[in-house]
């Protein structure tokens, strides 16, 4: 399976993210790091990307649940 790459403008269109909170999140450790592809190219692992995604929509969705069963 091919590793794909993802620029900037993709990873940002894919979490709607900006770019300065991308970096934040990098820097606090709670999003993927990106790789340095050159001297100043870097680009994130589409399914290090993809997975980050699916940790969000399974935790977003577990938060969910817990709630509504906290309401009787």
């Known amino acids: 399976?091919?590793?794909?790459?993802?620029?900037?403008?993709?990873?940002?269109?894919?979490?709607?993210f900006s770019r300065s909170a991308i970096y934040k999140m990098v820097a606090v450790g709670s999003f993927p790091r990106?790789?340095?592809?050159?001297?100043?190219?870097?680009?994130?692992?589409?399914?290090?990307?993809?997975?980050?995604l699916q940790s969000r929509v399974a935790a977003s969705r577990a938060q969910a649940i817990s709630e509504g069963a906290g309401r009787s």
């Open 1 to 16: 399976m091919p590793t794909n790459v993802l620029r900037l403008p993709a990873v940002m269109a894919r979490t709607g």
């Open 34 to 52: 990106p790789v340095l592809l050159h001297v100043r190219a870097v680009g994130w692992i589409e399914s290090d990307v993809e997975a980050w």
